[in-house]
Nanobody, 129 residues
Framework: EVQLQASGGGTVQVGGSLTLSCATS????????IGWFRQAPGKGREGVSC????????IYADSVKGRFTISSDNAKNTVYLQMNSLKPEDTAVYYCAILVVGTAGLRPLSLNLYDYYYWGQGTLVTVSS
């Protein structure tokens, strides 16, 4: 059974930093991507960043480029999202999810939430001014 567990959320002041973790288990896919998404109050879910399991390549949403960094520790089956220079508009519930590459022609790097099949529960990040 595929499982994802996001953690590390909390309250931080504007300009502060947080690191989110996504611990995974039960992954048996040859090639997959782990993505981070967020959903602010009253808004839709949007892609933040994702990282390919095969080559470590990553992409970011324009809104977080230069501030967020995604990384993976394959030995721990965990993906991290380092968030720096946080802004009030970063306040959201953050989710991690898995895209299985090759399924229905899916390519490795995507921030389209509909390309992701497996989802973890969210972790709340609040940036206070």
């Amino acid at each position: 059974e595929v499982q994802l567990q996001a953690s590390g959320g909390g309250t931080v002041q504007v300009g502060g930093s947080l690191t989110l973790s996504c611990a995974t288990s039960g992954l048996t896919f040859d090639d997959f991507t782990i993505g981070w998404f967020r959903q602010a109050p009253g808004k839709g879910r949007e892609g933040v960043s994702c990282i390919s399991s095969s080559d470590g390549n990553a992409i970011y949403a324009d809104s977080v480029k230069g501030r967020f960094t995604i990384s993976s520790d394959n030995a721990k089956n965990t993906v991290y999202l380092q968030m720096n220079s946080l802004k009030p508009e970063d306040t959201a519930v953050y989710y991690c999810a898995i895209l299985v590459v090759g399924t229905a022609g899916l390519r490795p790097l995507s921030l389209n939430l509909y390309d992701y099949y497996y989802w973890g529960q969210g972790t709340l990040v609040t940036v206070s001014s």
